[in-house]
């Protein structure tokens, strides 16, 4: 089955989350379906690393017309390529600067591996510690800076909007 089969929603209620870039990698890996391989999309500055697990939900289209984005919160990355069942947590709605100077959405669900002990007491993006809220929007806003997109976060949201956006977002 490739990734593009991949229900997005469990029928346990959790979502299928791919992921493509590792915690911890300055690589940005994209999956490429035409061809059933990752890409590498770009490099990140010195100093700049994914602070968890980033990857997408199959099966589902968002308004910049790439996958669903999720920011897994875990102790430890996996690999690209990795299938982890995840709960939404919450979503980070944004709008990023796009070709000809348009605005387009291009939000950020938030989710927790359904095998996460670190974080699994974690069930809405407001229990977490502000701290860590801030250097997540920090990370999404600035690390595309250098190649000309300019994110910027509009809102904050829980787990049912988390999952109203997956939804609307279904091809």
Not at 8 to 14: E, I, L, Q, S, V
Not at 27 to 30: D, F, P, T
Not at 123 to 126: E, H
């Given at each position: 089955m490739s990734f593009d089969q991949l229900p997005?929603?469990?029928?346990?209620?959790?979502i299928n989350v791919v992921v493509e870039t590792s915690a911890g990698s300055r690589?940005?890996?994209?999956y490429e379906a035409a061809s059933g391989a990752f890409a590498l999309g770009r490099i990140l500055p010195e100093g700049f690393v994914f602070p968890f697990d980033f990857g997408f939900v199959p099966g589902t289209r968002a308004e910049d017309g790439d996958p669903v984005d999720i920011l897994l919160v875990a102790e430890a990355g996996t690999a690209p390529g990795c299938v982890v069942p995840?709960?939404?947590i919450g979503a980070l709605t944004a709008e990023q600067s796009a070709k000809q100077g348009r605005r387009?959405?291009?939000?950020r669900i938030l989710a927790v591996p359904l095998v996460s002990r670190q974080y699994a007491t974690l069930?809405?993006?407001?229990d977490m510690a502000p701290a860590l809220r801030e250097q997540i929007a920090f990370f999404l806003t600035s690390?595309?800076?250098l190649d000309g997109k300019n994110?910027?976060?509009t809102g904050q949201h829980g787990p049912n909007t988390?999952?109203?956006l997956i939804r609307q977002a279904l091809k």
């Open positions: 997005p929603f469990r029928d346990d209620g959790a690589c940005k890996l994209k995840a709960r939404p387009v959405r291009n939000d069930c809405r993006l407001r690390y595309g800076v994110l910027r976060i988390a999952v109203k």
